[in-house]
């Protein structure tokens, strides 16, 4: 009996514990994330940086700007085996951000003109709402070889459904060309990237009734990167149909009643507004167009005749742009109302 109550008591003291507590996890390190793919480029005459925006930090801090660390040497005073020394810094904001796009990932931060034969050394860090600072990224360089001239003499003119562009000419047969477009809605897009030497280019993916806006910039290849010179001033011109609906065919004419019925083949177009009617007769030889508005469908009652009068028709299409296009008339068909 004394042998089952010591074991039943030495289990119940197992089973409560001394109380002694083992030692508190570490917090998770709330540290700033560290930006992993900084890059540069030179575009439109400018040294622009781009990288990935970190995503959502922990414990309820955010990201608030970034710190860039930058350098500038001249080509025979920069030593690549050396360590890289930064003369200044830069706090930005995320307000400051030349670009962030719709989705919150990409950003892009217009850092300043640069020089020919310098390098350039980058290296960023984040700051979040607490004002603590991530890692800096790698120091990245960039060495600008040369920069383009600007381009001069940027014109455009329409032919059609076509707007062509041209431009003066630079001096290199290295030199390429940039161009871009607004809609007068967007902002500018690169849409073409010519071959070197050609200073022209012909953009067809347009809307008629439309305004855009063209600016172009000198390029050049150095090292697998494209230097891009300063963006030329704008041009703008209105995009307007030019092109006819196609001419009717099929025209024929019956009198009944003191009245002329004209019918012909419907042209299929898709911004035909209608059509337009023309009538000369032997008191008065010289065409008028009949119709204060043009004729929606393919046929026509004319109750302006008399008897006993020969009268000529000729017929037009028109379509709905807003100084509307004429296509070629028909030719004349002749017909004489007993």
């Known amino acids: 009996m004394l042998r089952f109550v010591l074991f039943l008591f030495m289990i119940i003291l197992t089973g409560y514990g001394c ?28 040294i622009v ?14 990201v608030t700007g970034f710190r860039i660390y930058s350098g500038s040497f001249a080509k025979d005073k920069f030593c690549p085996d050396c360590p890289l020394k930064f003369q200044k810094s830069l706090d930005i904001t995320l307000d400051s951000l030349k670009k962030l796009n719709i989705n919150q990932k990409k950003a892009e931060f217009e850092f300043g003109t640069p020089a020919k034969e310098r390098y350039y050394i980058f290296s960023i860090q984040v700051i979040d709402s607490k004002g603590r600072f991530g890692k800096r990224t790698r120091p990245v360089v960039l060495f600008v070889e040369d920069v383009p001239d600007n381009i001069s003499g940027l014109s455009a003119i329409q032919k059609r459904g076509e707007i062509i562009l041209s431009w003066e000419p630079i001096a290199s047969s ?39 806006k063209y600016k172009t910039a000198a390029c050049l290849k150095i090292e697998g990167k494209n230097i891009e010179g300063e963006l030329s001033p704008f041009v703008n011109i209105y995009f307007r149909d030019m092109i006819p609906p196609k001419k009717p065919y099929g025209l024929f004419a019956i009198c009944m009643n003191v009245t002329i019925v004209l019918r012909w083949e419907k042209v299929n177009d898709k911004d035909l507004a ?33 008897t006993g009068v020969t009268y000529k028709y000729r017929i037009s299409a028109v379509d709905r742009a807003k100084e509307p296009n004429e296509s070629r008339k028909t030719g004349f068909y002749k017909i004489y109302c007993e």
């Open 19 to 46: 109380g002694y507590k083992s030692p508190p996890l570490a917090i998770e390190s709330t540290i700033p994330p560290q930006i992993n793919d900084l890059a540069c480029r030179v575009t439109s005459g400018k």
């Open 49 to 62: 940086l781009l990288w990935t925006m970190p995503g959502k930090m922990r414990h309820g801090d955010s």
């Open 174 to 212: 290295e030199i390429f060309y940039n161009i871009y477009r607004s809609d007068n809605k967007k902002s500018f897009k690169l849409i073409h990237q010519s071959l070197p030497g050609t200073t022209y280019y012909t953009d067809k993916d347009l809307f008629f009734e439309t305004e855009y």
């Open 274 to 306: 209608g059509y337009n009617i023309y009538r000369a007769s032997d008191k008065e030889p010289v065409p008028v167009k009949v119709n204060l508005k043009p004729v929606d469908e393919p046929y026509y009652h004319d109750l302006q005749v008399e």
